[in-house]
């Protein structure tokens, strides 16, 4: 499967004419967001066209963002596909522990077909050492130890948020997830560029920092069914 930058067209039939017409259907977009974007008028935001959220949850072990229950009410209560991230801190804590305590603060799951599997947000530390002083294998398993934790506890493997730089520098460019966990991958730019080893395409594209909408922002490759089918489990 690769990833598809242009909009997709299908044809449909009008009941009118019974001929063929082209409709357009674009990979559905939607937008992660934190504390810092403050109040967010979701109504407002899927109006915007947007289809799914990611809302900050948990950092570490000592971090609950204090805006998560309202913006996880706000686009529930907007009829948004949403769920949870964490800010990962390899350097404080094991996987395991950290998975747990993103659990506990909603991190979780359900097969409800609106909640979206818990994203891992594993990135270039923003106030250290960029691998948190870890070697790529120590990497590997900590990685390892909190998706397996999280598996065990929801029956799904967390989403990986992450760039292909950090992925090859911090982890020796690992393909121990490819087969498991679904990749959500961050780059700036008009086209997504390589993939991490064994992720052949991604399920997520964070193209943009900002936008016409509040917080990051996203896309789904798929089609907005592949994106209910995803919160299915």
């Not at 690992?174 to 991958?185: Q, R, V």
Request: aromatic share 14%.
């Amino acid at each position: 499967m690769k990833f598809a930058t242009a909009s997709v067209f299908v044809l449909v039939a009008t009941a009118a004419t019974a001929l063929p017409v082209l409709q357009k259907r674009a990979n559905p977009k939607g937008i992660d967001i934190s504390s810092y974007q403050g109040t967010v008028n979701f109504n407002t935001v899927k109006a915007n066209g947007i289809s799914f959220v990611y809302i900050k949850a948990t950092e570490g072990t000592t971090f609950k963002d204090p805006n998560f229950s309202s913006h996880y009410e706000g686009a529930t209560n907007a009829s948004l596909i949403r769920g949870g991230y964490h800010f990962a801190h390899p350097d404080s804590s094991s996987g395991a522990t950290q998975a747990k305590y993103f659990l506990a603060h909603g991190g979780g799951w359900s097969s409800d077909g609106i909640t979206l599997p818990g994203a891992l947000d594993i990135e270039y530390n923003p106030s250290g050492a960029e691998c948190y002083g870890l070697s790529a294998s120590e990497m590997v398993s900590w990685i390892k130890d909190f998706s397996n934790t999280y598996h065990s506890s929801t029956g799904v493997y967390p989403v990986i948020y992450t760039t292909t730089d950090w992925w090859k520098t911090c982890t020796g460019n690992s393909a121990a997830f490819a087969s498991t966990n679904p990749l959500w991958i961050a780059r700036y730019s008009s086209s997504i560029g390589a993939l991490p080893a064994g992720w052949s395409y991604t399920t997520f594209w964070q193209y943009a920092d900002s936008g016409s909408n509040p917080g990051d922002q996203d896309e789904f490759n798929g089609t907005l069914d592949g994106l209910k089918k995803l919160a299915l489990g």
